[in-house]
């Protein structure tokens, strides 16, 4: 059964940083995509970085270059790690997996967590 956890979101001041873990389960992470996505009140679901199963990874021009997704195979787990954090960063983080593929579509993915989230505020 495959299945996704998230962690690490909290409160933490403009400029900040933060890293999100993706405890995953019932997948191989060489061989499955994974993708993280954010929802803020009111807004939609926005995709942020994604990791494929070959390691290629792909960002939103909202995060690129203070953002980085990483992976732990061994111990199954999707890193997101967050630098600069700004207070339009606030929102749910979730993770989700089920393709091999990197992509920032949501609908493309069948496996999704409950969400961490995350507070950019002084």
């Known amino acids: 059964q495959f299945r996704i956890v998230e962690s690490g979101g909290g409160l933490v001041q403009p400029g900040g940083s933060l890293t999100l873990s993706c405890v995953t389960s019932g997948f191989t992470l060489d061989l499955h995509g994974f993708g993280w996505f954010r929802q803020a009140p009111g807004k939609e679901r926005e995709g942020i970085s994604s990791?494929?199963?070959?390691?290629?990874?792909m960002y939103s021009a909202s995060v690129e270059g203070r953002f980085t997704v990483s992976r732990d195979n061994a111990k199954k787990t999707i890193f997101l790690q967050m630098n600069n954090l700004q207070p339009e960063d606030t929102a749910r983080y979730y993770c989700a997996g089920g393709l091999t593929i990197a992509t920032l579509t949501a609908g493309r993915y069948s496996v999704w967590g409950q969400g961490t989230p995350v507070t950019v505020s002084s």
């Open positions: 990791i494929s199963g070959s390691g290629y990874t």
